[in-house]
């Protein structure tokens, strides 16, 4: 059965305290690996999107990789803005089926 | 370009009652998704429309839930009659196209059962 596992489950950094979340999945034929970002109340933001073993995108603090088994979103020098509850999802299914398997996310406090 | 939007954003009704819940996805995704996420747990598909037809209903709990989207445009998921293990919070994404492609997600609609 498709999963994703996130951890770790919350994580309480300080300002300027770089860390690393972790997302490992159990797909056969990844169609693709998302990260979101949910704040309280909000509907998750999408983030990145990664297909291949061995790709990387990076928005201002934020780096995503991905290997064959698991992605990592690294957080560089965080900020307190950056407290949010960071999700990743996979699609699953084939042909015209897109639905999404969530995480149940990493919930990041960063501390001035 | 506006985002996915949804209606109501809270919604408490007492069991046994029944609630619509309605989504605007972005112009031109012809992709519409609901999923839900029930409190402490992941959030999960219920469907997926292709324009207005359901391309995967397979995460719908049972038939007290019933989505449509009337001429591939806005969606609504009517709940009836409401349970208590109906609470949670609704979510609603769009997207371009099918496969791969990302999935724009809306501010969700929480809904409470008494």
């Known amino acids: 059965e498709d999963q994703v596992t996130q951890s770790p489950e919350a994580l309480r950094l300080q300002e300027g305290e770089s860390s690393s979340l972790n997302c490992s999945y159990t797909?056969?034929?990844?169609?693709?690996l998302f990260w979101y970002r949910q704040d309280p109340g909000k509907g998750p933001e999408f983030l990145f999107t990664l297909y291949s073993a061995g790709e990387e995108k990076e928005k201002e603090r934020l780096k995503a990789t991905l290997t064959k088994k698991e992605s990592f979103l690294h957080i560089t020098a965080p900020k307190p803005e950056d407290s949010a509850t960071y999700l990743c999802a996979h699609p699953m299914g084939g042909g015209a089926t897109n639905k999404l398997i969530f995480g149940t996310g990493t919930l990041l406090a960063v501390q001035p | 370009e506006a985002g996915v939007t949804q209606f109501p954003s809270h919604s408490v009704i007492e069991k046994g009652q029944t609630v619509t819940l309605r989504c605007d996805p972005i112009s031109g995704h012809d992709n519409l998704y609901w999923y839900r996420r029930v409190m402490g747990k992941e959030i999960k598909f219920l469907l997926h429309?292709?324009?207005?037809?359901?391309?995967?209903e397979s995460g719908m709990p049972n038939n007290r839930f019933l989505a449509e989207r009337t001429g591939g445009t806005y969606s609504t998921l009517k709940v009836q009659p409401a349970e208590l293990e109906d609470s949670g919070v609704y979510f609603c994404?769009?997207?371009?196209?099918?496969?791969?492609?990302?999935?724009?997600f809306g501010p969700g609609t929480r809904l409470l059962v008494l």
């Open positions: 429309f292709v324009k207005e037809s359901k391309q995967d």
């Open positions: 994404a769009s997207s371009r196209g099918p496969g791969g492609e990302t999935q724009y």
């Open positions: 797909v056969s034929g990844l169609r693709g």
